[in-house]
């Protein structure tokens, strides 16, 4: 657990019964691991939602666009596309090219109550509370998979296809893509112990620092990667570190040119300015906006 850090960030108590939302911003002790505490989410305590997107290109032109959720009010932003608003309280994007048609499709899933809920495509149940939404192509044929990881238990569930036990309750999923399948792959904060199913253990980065792995180089093979909020270094393994971004920045790597290799990006809601390294600088979202891309 990764609770006495402290970070500026997205607060949000959320009151069941009433439906009601305050959110305050500021410093605070909060996890930061985008990917942590659904189940804190679940039960209306404090909340950072986590970042479950699988994929962002929204048109399938090949390169991914930034975009945002608000998770108070469910509106989603793609930038130079379209705005819309799909999902609600307690809800979390789950972006992926559920249909694969080559574009990635808006999609929410419910924590507490596993709901996935796909705009124009489909909705259904999988999973139960406390689980987190790990959508991706499992299968590598294209199609974005609806998926959970249980910590209680270390259970992956990947919807229609398998079922794997992998890592425990110190863990957190960790979005990493293999030879083009999204793997069962795990970060654990406390230690900085990365494990990726068939392919590799190590030891990278630690409780101050999103795990953020991609595919920096362009090969089909992905690169362990961190992001500390506090200096804004960017680690990768076996290949650079550098600074880029600061403390009240959410990493939002992904491939926004088009050239097949992730690109270093980072989001700052207060401002809402995304800085994507050696290639742009756009104003796009605010405060409570998530990033929706990957
Ligand atoms: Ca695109
Ligand atoms: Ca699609
Ligand atoms: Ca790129």
Known sequence: MIASRTATGI???????LFSLCVATGGFPQRLSPRDDPEAAANG????????IDSGDYNGDGSDEM???????GLWGIRNLTRAYFGALEEVAAAGDYDADGTTDIAVFRLGQSF???????LFYFGTG??????????????????????STGMWSVRDLTRVY??????????????????????????GFWAVRGWTRCYFGGSEEYDVAGHYGGSAEPEIAIYRPADGLWAVRGMTRFYFGGSSDRPAPAD???????????FRPE????????????????????????
């Open 11 to 17: 607060k949000a108590g959320i009151a069941v019964g």
């Open 45 to 52: 305590t404090t909340y950072i939602p986590p970042q479950t």
């Open 67 to 73: 975009a945002i959720f608000r998770f108070s009010n």
């Open 116 to 122: 996935w809920s796909v705009r124009n495509l489909t």
């Open 130 to 151: 406390g689980d987190y939404p790990v959508p991706g192509d499992y299968a590598g044929d294209g199609t974005c998979r609806a998926a959970i990881f249980r910590p």
């Open 166 to 191: 992998f890592g425990g309750s110190d863990d957190r999923p960790a979005w990493l893509y293999l030879n083009g399948e999204r793997a069962i792959a795990t970060f654990r904060p406390a230690t």
């Open 256 to 266: 926004y040119d088009g050239d097949g290799s992730d690109d270093f990006g980072v």
């Open 271 to 294: 401002t809402g300015i995304w800085s994507i390294r050696s290639l742009t600088r756009a104003y796009f979202g605010s405060t409570n906006d998530v990033p929706a891309t990957r």
